[in-house]
């Protein structure tokens, strides 16, 4: 149930990016691969949260993405899936996620 409210809001911010009165065809939404959230959940609570706004049976297109981290101390990026404990380049043990931990709009098709 904790994707509903975050789907209610990819809506409002959806019908806010298109002009009064247009219909959303496609509403594209990245999906991070650490986010906890999963696109059937977010499919399931579409339905609800679009109803009587322009994105009402809309399509939803789901894009992956990775995890993906640099080093919080040198900036140096850890590679994607890395079980690395400390950076390779300053062997600081602090990451800084880039990527993947989100789940987001990313485009709306009228």
Do not use: Y
């Not at 959303?24 to 009587?52: N, W």
């Not at 993405?65 to 690395?84: N, Q, V």
């Amino acid at each position: 149930m904790h994707e509903f409210p975050e789907v209610q809001a990819m809506v409002c911010e959806a019908c806010g990016r298109v002009p009064a009165g247009a219909r959303i065809k496609c509403l594209k939404i990245v999906v991070g691969e650490a986010s906890g959230h999963d696109a059937r959940h977010i499919e399931a609570h579409f339905a609800e949260a679009s109803r009587g706004t322009s994105a009402e049976g809309s399509k939803l297109e789901f894009i992956s993405e990775k995890l993906a981290a640099t080093c919080a101390a040198c900036g140096t990026p850890f590679p994607a899936g890395s079980s690395a404990l400390a950076c390779a380049e300053c062997g600081g043990t602090e990451l800084t996620i880039t990527a993947g931990n989100t789940v987001r709009l990313a485009d709306v098709e009228v």
